[in-house]
Every structure is written in C-alpha cells, then in structure tokens.
C-alpha cells in the first residue's frame, strides 16, 4: 500500500493528465471560444498555470499543436480546428448534463400512457386505479383503449399499447400476463326465479335453456363453454348480450339467467346472486405486456400502482418478474 501511494505521488505530469482528459478538453474548448488563456481560466475558475499545463498535456499527448501564440491572444491552428469541431460538442453535452436530464424529465412528466382494456375492466378495474394515476402525474396524456380479445393481444404485440389490463385464456408467447385481481363467477337470477332459493345449484339447472352470455369471443363464454363440454352436459343459450351491465339489465327483465364475474356485482342490483357450482373455477384480471417491450416511465409508475410488491421491485421488465400465470383459478370442485 506504501509502495503505491508512493508511486502515484511521484507521477508524472504527463500520466496524470492522460487520465483528465475531459478537463483538458474543457480547457481547450474554453481557450479556443475566449482566445486567451488567462479568460478560459478565470471562466473555469481555476489558476492561468493549471489551464496552460492541461492543453500542454493534450497537446503532447496528442503529437499536435492546438494554438499559435501571439502575445496574449491565441488562435488556433489547422489541428487545433480540426479537434475543437470534434471536442466542442462532446464537452458541450457533459457540461448541460444536468440540464439535460432534467429537461428529460419534465418531458416524461408530460408523455402518455396508453391502456388497452375491455368494458368489463374499464368499468370496474380501473377507475380507482387511474384516478389515483391522474391525481399524482397530473401532466401525463392517459388514452384507454377500449379492445376486447384479440384486439387487445394484436395491439399489445404490435406496440400500440403500453400495456393491456384484462383477462384472456390464449396468449401467445411473446404476450406475459400477471394477475392482479381474483374473482368469483356468479349466477344472476330474477328475484322471482326458482334457483333464487334452491339449496343447491347444479350444471343440469343452468343448461335448461335460459342462459343469457356474454359474446362468443370472450372469456367468459369460453369458460362456461368448456365447463359443460368437460362433464358432458348439453346447453343452450337464450340470448348473447355485449357486456356485464347489459346481461344484468336482460336478467332484470326476466329474460332468463346469467354467469357472470364478482366484478360487475355490486350488491345494489335488483338480482338473486347465488354462487355456482365448485367446478366452476375463480377468473382473474391481470397485466399484458410484450415480452421484450420497453416500458417508459409513465407505464412502470401505473404498474407499481396496481401491485406494488409485484411490479415495484421489478429489476427485470423482460415481461414482468416471475413465469406466465393463469386468467383460471380451479374451483374445489375441480381438484
């Protein structure tokens, strides 16, 4: 240790100012735009000497010389043309660093976030969360996409969206998905029906023929399609409605009954709510994102946002920390 501390004390001028180079190009720079020594020291704030060794140093490190000197005024030469067009935006960029990054700050203070979601998460997932958002990045655009299915999966692959929020059963291999919120699916009955009050709710009561879906392309009738085919059931469907708020009100109305997630009930409706069979599995909502994608910051504040210790600690964004997750959670029924 002595040996070193030694050998650095008794350095030559000329290795120690190999290793300053960005100071000896700042002193050029500074003495080509003044065109004197004694100005580009006094604008540096450091001694005429240490400004006259540091270009000394450059210029022999170098095997050029950088001025012709005129009494007090300098210019420069050829060479020394030649580097300050190369020096004098390099030293420019590391000198406004700070500036710079600040500017680029505000500038992400002020981008976008764009969302891609269907009815049922536009409705009942996402206001809080997006109120929340908006309340602390006042200045950020936020744009919610209203795509269901495959729309959501295209526009996520094609980089359309930042992110989607939702639940699909098909994902392709360069989508992610992480759940977030976990849900029951319920059977909705007029208040007058007969499986109202029945005990015990079996798959042969709800293929009778009165069934009111969702569209074919959604989850939920996916789910409720494979249920029956798994245990050999036939069923029929009265009527396909497009979203939650619409199969309620249809439900209302006496039109027949329907399946339908926890999300969209709460508790206010004019329905019988009754818990399906076991083998029925739980259905989640979650993150899609394109494995690979580069999420700005505006898109990685709005996921620690929905789960903090999921995506909060996140030091690897290459589709989010952990394996693909399942939108299904078995029932106990299906155990």
């Given at each position: 240790?002595?040996?070193?501390?030694?050998?650095?004390?008794?350095?030559?001028?000329?290795?120690?100012?190999?290793?300053?180079?960005?100071?000896q190009l700042r002193a050029f720079c500074h003495a080509a735009q003044e065109?004197?020594?004694?100005?580009?020291?006094?604008?540096?704030?450091?001694?005429?000497?240490?400004?006259?060794?540091?270009?000394?140093?450059?210029?022999?490190?170098?095997g050029i010389?950088?001025?012709e000197r005129r009494g007090p005024r300098i210019r420069l030469t050829p060479?020394?043309?030649g580097l300050y067009e190369v020096a004098a935006p390099l030293v420019e960029g590391i000198d406004s660093l700070p500036e710079q990054f600040v500017a680029r700050n505000r500038r992400q203070q002020l981008g976008h976030l764009d969302i891609a979601a269907g009815e049922s998460t536009s409705?009942?997932?996402?206001?809080?969360?997006?109120?929340?958002?908006?309340?602390?990045?006042?200045?950020?655009?936020?744009?919610l996409h209203n795509l269901i299915g495959e729309e959501q999966i295209h526009a996520v692959q094609q980089d359309r969206v930042d992110i989607a929020v939702g639940s699909n059963l098909d994902l392709p291999d360069d989508v992610?998905?992480?759940?977030?919120?976990?849900?029951?699916?319920?059977?909705?009955?007029?208040?007058d029906h007969p499986l109202a009050q029945k005990e015990q709710i079996t798959l042969e009561d709800l293929?009778?023929?009165?069934?009111?879906?969702?569209?074919?392309?959604?989850?939920?009738?996916?789910?409720?399609?494979?249920?029956?085919?798994q245990h050999s059931v036939p069923y029929q469907v009265r009527l396909e409605v497009g979203g939650w708020e619409i199969m309620k009100r249809y439900v209302e109305l006496g039109?027949?009954?329907?399946?339908?997630?926890?999300?969209?009930?709460?508790?206010?409706e004019r329905l019988a709510i009754r818990d399906l069979p076991e083998i029925f599995p739980r259905r989640t909502y979650g993150v899609m994102l394109r494995r690979g994608r580069y999420l700005s910051p505006q898109a990685r504040r709005f996921l620690e946002l929905i789960d903090p210790e999921g995506f909060g600690q996140a030091a690897d964004w290459d589709g989010v920390p952990g394996s693909q997750e399942s939108v299904l959670i078995p029932g106990r029924g299906s155990e």
């Open positions: 240790m002595h040996e070193e501390r030694k050998a650095l004390d008794h350095e030559s001028p000329r290795h120690y100012y190999r290793h300053n180079r960005l100071k065109r004197s020594i004694s100005r580009a020291a006094e604008r540096l704030e450091l001694s005429q000497p240490s400004v006259s060794l540091q270009i000394q140093a450059l210029e022999r490190e170098m010389t950088l001025f060479d020394g043309e409705l009942y997932v996402l206001p809080d969360l997006l109120r929340a958002f908006m309340e602390h990045h006042p200045k950020v655009h936020v744009r992610v998905y992480r759940a977030t919120h976990t849900f029951d699916l319920k059977l909705i009955t007029p208040l293929a009778a023929g009165e069934l009111i879906l969702p569209p074919r392309q959604l989850t939920t009738w996916r789910l409720v399609n494979l249920i029956f085919q039109f027949g009954i329907g399946i339908a997630s926890a999300i969209c009930l709460t508790g206010h």
